[in-house]
């Protein structure tokens, strides 16, 4: 595995996959990819929008950029703290 450890965040990444980070007005998107049909990525936004507002954006671009989509809402402890 590869880490990856920056903007304190941590995590591991499997070996034969690719990291791209990029910068843009203060925000930082990390991907890690296989380089064929998986990818996780990280948005961070120093601005800090409301969460509904990031999820509602992220979903309509999602359905615009692939025929199937599917949506499933959890919470989680992120932090100690709730996270959708």
């Known amino acids: 595995m590869q880490r990856y450890k920056n903007h304190g965040i ?5 070996e034969d996959w690719m990291l791209e980070e ?3 007005e203060g925000d930082t998107t990390i ?3 296989d380089g064929e049909t998986s990818f996780w990525s990280l948005h961070l936004m ?3 929008p409301q ?3 990031v999820i ?3 979903e309509t671009a999602f359905k615009g950029e692939y025929d199937e989509v599917d949506v ?3 919470i ?3 932090a100690r703290r709730e996270a959708e």
């Open 10 to 14: 941590a995590f591991q990444y499997p």
């Open 22 to 24: 990029e910068n843009n």
């Open 31 to 33: 991907t890690v990819t």
């Open 46 to 48: 120093r601005e800090r």
């Open 51 to 53: 969460v509904e507002e």
């Open 56 to 58: 509602e954006e992220i």
């Open 72 to 74: 499933e809402r959890s």
């Open 76 to 78: 989680k402890q992120l």
